[in-house]
């Protein structure tokens, strides 16, 4: 499980990082972010049904949340980030969902540089 983060699993939680947040998009998913006072990030994925049934929603999920894990340690703290999976993102293999939300995590500014005290 996530070390360092926490699930946003409200809707109104979602709704208030679509609101305010800033988001960046790519041809795959779309990012929102949102600063906030917690010492804990939060994620929350998002792959609604255009993208295929329930089995093909749950395999892109389970993918960015994965993503997310092995790259927590490059996010900064202190931000909600809400992943939206587009339905192009249904047959990709694990590399390009990987380099799809590193893109958007460096293009919204929420990945620093990789620091060395990380491996321990």
């Known amino acids: 499980m996530m070390k360092y983060s926490d699930s946003l699993k409200k ?30 990030n939060r994620l929350g994925i ?7 049934n329930s089995v093909v929603r749950h395999r ?4 960015i949340r994965e993503i997310y894990r092995l790259h927590e340690l490059e996010i900064r703290p202190g931000v909600d ?14 590399a390009q969902v990987e380099s799809a939300m590193l893109q958007l995590c460096d293009r919204t500014g929420i990945r620093e540089e990789k620091s060395e005290q990380q491996y321990g």
């Open 46 to 52: 998002s792959v609604s049904k255009k993208v295929g």
């Open 81 to 94: 980030i809400v992943v939206v999976g587009r339905p192009s993102v249904r047959n990709l293999p694990y």
């Open 11 to 40: 809707n109104k939680d979602f709704q208030k990082v679509y609101k305010n947040g800033t988001s960046k998009a790519n041809r795959y998913l779309v990012m929102y972010v949102l600063p906030t006072e917690c010492a804990k």
């Open 60 to 63: 892109v999920t389970r993918l």
